[in-house]
């Protein structure tokens, strides 16, 4: 457990350290800000076209976060391999990950570390994105329980996707290439949603049950639901396990 409190301490060092991580962290909150005021705007109009009281579904919350997050969840697909790409590839370039597979830590304490890193500095994300709905709170009532089951599921969602791009990092030394197999997994997991409406009833509750798109709607619609927790949770625990067994993998080549 030290080993890995040790390399995740070192791992959030250099990617705050690291010019990538501020350059997508900015185009993160470039576009999830443009969508926000753009849902802004969207809301306000609606509001002065009403007359009179306005209808018992009209929900400011409902309007302008829940397709702001959905939007903000696909944007994760194009930001998450960048954040991760460097993880174990920087290792393998720099020629260290050698040292530090000699080291007395193993191969799930290394893993475990990278992705504890990468998840703190997600959390920071989601904290500093955190302004939208307290901008709006200043001046109107929110709905906090969809606000709340909607972080949850971003909060989990990034966690497996995490995970996904930590896995693609052990597979290739190249930063690019292991970005690009993190995007094609990620983006392999939100098409099975689209794909499952194309297909006969058996391969379609199959495909909804592996679409990440099906789950995480469920949190951004206000309802917590323990299954799509533990999709979650099995996504993230069995890509960290693979990425474990790609390290110890490279023992035998």
């Known amino acids: 457990m030290t080993g890995t409190l040790v390399i995740a301490r070192k791992e959030f060092k250099q990617l705050f350290s690291s010019p990538v991580a501020y350059v997508a962290l900015g185009m993160f909150f470039l576009i999830a800000g443009f969508l926000f005021f753009s849902l802004i705007g969207l809301y306000t109009t609606q509001v002065l076209q009403l007359q009179g009281t306005p209808p018992a579904d009209f929900n400011p919350t409902r309007i302008i976060f829940s397709p702001l997050f959905q939007d903000v969840s696909f944007v994760l697909i194009l930001l998450v391999p960048v954040l991760t790409m460097r993880l174990v590839s920087e290792e393998d370039r ?33 904290a500093i994105s955190a302004y939208m709905p307290l901008s709006l709170a200043v001046i109107g009532r929110l709905d906090w329980g969809l606000l709340g089951a909607t972080y949850l599921g971003l909060l989990l969602l990034g966690a497996a996707f995490l995970a996904i791009g930590l896995f693609s990092s052990t597979l290739n030394e190249n930063q690019i290439v292991s970005a690009a197999i993190g995007f094609a997994l990620l983006l392999l997991f939100w098409v099975l949603g689209f794909a499952q409406q194309a297909t006969g009833s058996v391969t379609q509750q199959v495909l909804s049950t592996l679409a990440v798109a099906t789950h995480f709607n469920t949190f951004s619609s206000g309802t917590v639901d323990t299954q799509d927790v533990l999709f979650f949770l099995s996504l993230t625990g069995f890509f960290l396990f693979l990425g474990a067994l790609a390290l110890e993998s490279r023992k035998w080549r």
């Open 94 to 126: 720099a020629h260290t990950m050698e040292l530090l597979a000699t080291s007395p830590v193993t191969n799930t304490a290394i893993i475990l570390g990278k992705y504890l890193a990468a998840v703190a500095l997600y959390l920071v994300l989601l």
